[in-house]
């Protein structure tokens, strides 16, 4: 039995016919675009043609410069800026007062301490403060000095570099004036060989 099987199973082998139907591939048409629709950006209708030029007014900042070398805030004056000069001078009266009374503080307490080291003088602060103490208390005065003194150089400092940068920006506007502009656009799109409508946004600032 298992031999008429096969028998009949290599029969039917041999009769049967296998139809493959061939695949095709289905090309779809070429979508080469003109280069005439990549135009965005080239036309010179959509082109922004507005210019926007520094105005030379011949203002140097070395003149501004060298003015506040030689005299404290003329070159805030010829930048036009007027209301910088009572700031600068108020904080030159500040340490210079600063300067004068801790230097008055530190000769007062000089004189104390060369009476407490006189033996033939009694000063008013015996019984009172220490040796250690007077000393402390001059040294304290001394540097006060000194600090009043670095920061009236640093005044004079600050306003020569004040004038020169407001020298350099004399020319440019540094307004808050915003300017946002729009306008339409074509762009070419390959998968319609076509045009596309878009609009291009352009800020200033």
């Known amino acids: 039995m298992l031999t008429a099987a096969l028998v009949l199973l290599l029969s039917f082998q041999g009769h049967a016919q296998v139809t493959v139907e061939q695949d095709t591939v289905k090309e779809f048409p070429s979508m080469e675009a003109s280069q005439d629709l990549f135009r965005l950006g080239d036309d010179e209708s959509l082109k922004d043609t507005s210019e926007y030029v520094s105005r030379d ?14 005299l404290p805030g003329a070159g805030q004056v010829y930048n036009g800026r007027w209301w910088k000069v009572p700031i600068i001078y ?56 000194d600090l009043s003194i670095i920061f009236t150089v640093a005044i004079y400092g600050l306003q020569i570099l ?38 291009s946004v352009s800020i200033r600032f």
């Open 57 to 70: 007014t011949g203002h140097s900042p070395a003149t501004a410069t060298w003015l506040s070398v030689a």
């Open 162 to 199: 004040d004038a020169n940068v407001d020298a350099h920006l004399y020319n440019f506007d540094v307004t808050d004036d915003i300017s946002l502009n729009w306008e339409p656009t074509l762009a070419a799109d390959p998968r319609f060989n076509g045009l596309i409508y878009g609009a």
């Open 90 to 145: 108020t904080g030159f009266a500040v340490s210079g007062y600063y300067i004068y009374e801790n230097n008055r503080q530190l000769n007062i307490w000089s004189e104390i301490i060369d009476q407490r080291l006189d033996s033939t003088q009694t000063d008013i602060y015996e019984g009172i403060y220490s040796d250690n103490q007077l000393f402390t208390i001059q040294n304290s005065y001394r540097r006060y000095r």
